[in-house]
């Protein structure tokens, strides 16, 4: 009985209730756009963009329900690295200091004559996260290397994927945390735009730029795994995601780079990510950024356990 009424309590609270919100403020901002003479046509654009919201929201439902049934173990970690955030001074000071930035870059381009539109603040989003999320990421593995907790996670009955997935996915959680706030931009683009813009893009946008963080962590958490230091896994994370996203950006732009260095540069981070800003989502790409990070976090996965047995 008592699973019975968890579950229509999930249901009612997690499920309708959000859909239902979704109704009335579809509803007021339809009556208050009809009053104040808005066009329908961008009234339709508008409500396509709370739908596009609603959506995202019942997919992070459906993803953290897969998680919660297929490693439960896992996200013990997981839920456990993601309150840790929330005690961590470096952690509010580099989210601060992101949304100052992306504050700023949406602020400088959501001006009268401006084409309304993220394009070039997700781009800088990419330049940001290569210092923010070695900031985020250096603590770990080197933290339990240091102060000796690791001892406590290996005597568990966990396996290192649990220990690196459940790293990582609280990071990453995190960073989904980070990224939250912005969407306050999407909504002031729909509400003051003349004429409507064009969600595509920006949907696409967002699901580079969470691409590119899981990279960039999974990259933070191999190197945070290879040292104690967290000085040394920052400042080590950070030269790796500088090689492969700022330089070959850098040398791109090179007229006298050759054919193959230009082809090279071409595959790296950036290159891929501009066409999610643009509004393309490629095949290719998503392949890159899932096997890119699946790569990092087997590397992860090895040190831990070649560390385990020494």
Same mark, same amino acid.
């Given at each position: 009985?008592?699973?019975?009424?968890?579950?229509?309590?999930?249901?009612?609270?997690?499920?309708?209730?959000?859909?239902?919100?979704?109704?009335?403020?579809?509803?007021?901002?339809?009556?208050?756009?009809?009053?104040?003479?808005?066009?329908?046509?961008?009234?339709?654009?508008?409500?396509?963009?709370?739908?596009?919201?609603?959506?995202?929201?019942?997919?992070?439902?459906?993803?953290?329900?897969?998680?919660?049934?297929?490693?439960?173990?896992?996200?013990? $970690?997981?839920?456990?690295?993601? *309150?840790?955030?929330?005690?961590?001074?470096? +952690?509010? /000071? !580099?989210?601060?200091?992101? %949304?100052?930035?992306?504050?700023?870059?949406?602020?400088?381009?959501?001006?009268?004559?401006?084409?309304?539109?993220?394009?070039?603040?997700?781009?800088?989003?990419?330049?940001?996260?290569?210092?923010?999320?070695?900031?985020?990421?250096?603590?770990?593995?080197?933290?339990?290397?240091?102060?000796?907790?690791?001892?406590?996670?290996?005597?568990?009955?966990?396996?290192?994927?649990?220990?690196?997935?459940?790293?990582?996915?609280?990071?990453?959680?995190?960073?989904?945390?980070?990224?939250?706030?912005?969407?306050?931009?999407?909504?002031?683009?729909?509400?003051?735009?003349?004429?409507?813009?064009?969600?595509?893009?920006?949907?696409?946008?967002?699901?580079?730029?969470?691409?590119?963080?899981?990279?960039?962590?999974? $990259?933070?958490?191999?190197?945070? *795994?290879?040292?104690?230091?967290?000085?040394? +896994?920052? /400042? !080590?994370?950070?030269?790796? %995601?500088?090689?492969?996203?700022?330089?070959?950006?850098?040398?791109?732009?090179?007229?006298?780079?050759?054919?193959?260095?230009?082809?090279?540069?071409?595959?790296?981070?950036?290159?891929?990510?501009?066409?999610?800003?643009?509004?393309?989502?490629?095949?290719?790409?998503?392949?890159?950024?899932?096997?890119?990070?699946?790569?990092?976090?087997?590397?992860?996965?090895?040190?831990?356990?070649?560390?385990?047995?020494?």
């Amino acid at each position: 009985m008592s699973n019975k009424k968890s579950a229509k309590r999930f249901v009612l609270v997690w499920i309708l209730l959000p859909f239902g919100i979704y109704l009335v403020v579809a509803t007021i901002w339809l009556l208050v756009g009809v009053a104040s003479g808005t066009a329908l046509p961008r009234l339709v654009s508008q409500g396509r963009m709370l739908a596009v919201l609603l959506w995202v929201y019942y997919g992070c439902l459906v993803a953290s329900w897969l998680l919660k049934s297929l490693a439960p173990r896992g996200l013990v $970690i997981s839920r456990r690295e993601l *309150s840790s955030y929330f005690y961590s001074p470096i +952690a509010y /000071v !580099a989210m601060t200091l992101f %949304l100052l930035a992306t504050g700023f870059l949406f602020w400088s381009d959501f001006q009268p004559g401006q084409i309304a539109g993220m394009r070039s603040l997700f781009e800088w989003m990419v330049w940001l996260l290569v210092f923010v999320i070695p900031v985020l990421s250096m603590g770990l593995m080197s933290q339990e290397w240091s102060t000796g907790t690791v001892e406590t996670l290996m005597t568990a009955p966990l396996s290192e994927i649990d220990v690196i997935m459940g790293k990582f996915l609280g990071s990453l959680c995190f960073f989904l945390v980070l990224l939250a706030p912005t969407v306050v931009y999407v909504i002031l683009l729909g509400a003051y735009s003349r004429p409507s813009f064009d969600v595509g893009p920006i949907v696409s946008g967002y699901v580079g730029i969470v691409l590119v963080g899981a990279l960039f962590i999974a $990259i933070g958490l191999f190197c945070s *795994s290879l040292t104690r230091s967290q000085v040394v +896994a920052a /400042v !080590a994370a950070a030269a790796i %995601l500088f090689i492969v996203t700022i330089i070959p950006k850098w040398a791109s732009e090179k007229a006298t780079l050759p054919k193959f260095w230009r082809t090279v540069a071409d595959q790296l981070v950036f290159r891929r990510y501009a066409d999610f800003s643009r509004g393309v989502l490629d095949t290719g790409h998503l392949v890159f950024f899932i096997a890119a990070t699946a790569v990092f976090l087997f590397l992860s996965v090895k040190v831990l356990e070649s560390r385990r047995w020494k």
